[in-house]
């Protein structure tokens, strides 16, 4: 079973950043093999994509609500990918999770941006 966990959410005030990080790891698993996303869901809404970065790292997407101003990176090595997010605002706050391959999840670390 692939284990997924993020870490590095917390309060922050608006204007100000965060590095979300996510590990993916399991006996076999092969991480660079793997499209990794982040999705988030804040209260009363569904989840949604936030952005995505593909198995090599060659392409990444994004929410257009987060276009130029989160960036979405992976370390290989590690088997960790990032979610750099700068200039938060209130309405970026939500539960942030990590997905490997579209099919494993994490669960979830919040993000709070408030004054």
């Known amino acids: 079973q692939v284990q997924v966990v993020e870490s590095g959410g917390g309060l922050v005030q608006p204007g100000g950043s965060l590095r979300l990080s996510c590990v993916a790891s399991?006996?076999?698993?092969?991480?660079?093999?793997?499209?990794m996303s982040w999705y988030r869901q804040a209260p009363e809404k569904e989840r949604e994509l936030v952005a995505a970065i593909t198995a090599g790292g060659g392409n990444s997407n994004y929410a257009d609500s987060v276009k130029g101003r989160f960036t979405i990176s992976r370390g290989n090595v590690k088997n960790t990918v990032y979610l750099q997010m700068n200039s938060l605002k209130p309405e970026d706050t939500a539960v942030y999770y990590c997905?490997?391959?579209?099919?494993?999840w994490g669960k979830g670390t919040l993000v709070t941006v408030s004054s």
């Open positions: 997905n490997a391959g579209a099919r494993y």
């Open positions: 399991a006996s076999g698993f092969t991480f660079i093999s793997y499209t």
